[in-house]
């Protein structure tokens, strides 16, 4: 059963930062691409950050330069580091995996709060 767990979000002031972690089982994720997708309260849910399975990265001009995506494949774990956090980075934050037939699996997402 392929499965995706985030953990790591919580409460942080503007310009803090937070590491994201997203666990993977039931597969391998050396062959597999990753997302982080966040959703804020009232907007639909936006790709922000994506490894590809040949390592290359996109980014959201939202975080260039401000997140970073990372894989462990030994500890089968991608990492989201989010530096410079503003309020508008508040979101739930979710990994995301889509085989090669197009089924796409999520985890539970991960509250992330930017607050003074």
């Known amino acids: 059963q392929l499965q995706l767990v985030e953990s790591g979000g919580g409460l942080v002031q503007p310009g803090g930062s937070l590491r994201l972690s997203c666990a993977a089982s039931g597969f391998t994720l050396d062959n597999y691409p990753i997302g982080w997708f966040r959703q804020a309260p009232g907007k639909e849910r936006e790709v922000i950050a994506c490894s590809s399975s040949a390592r290359d990265t996109y980014y959201a001009d939202s975080v260039k330069g401000r997140f970073s995506i990372s894989r462990d494949n030994a500890k089968s774990v991608v990492y ?3 530096n410079s956090l503003k309020p508008e980075d508040t979101a739930i934050y ?23």
């Open 80 to 82: 989201l580091q989010m």
């Open 94 to 116: 979710y990994c995301n995996t889509r085989t090669a037939w197009g089924q796409d699996f999520w985890g539970q997402g991960t509250q992330v709060t930017v607050s003074s």
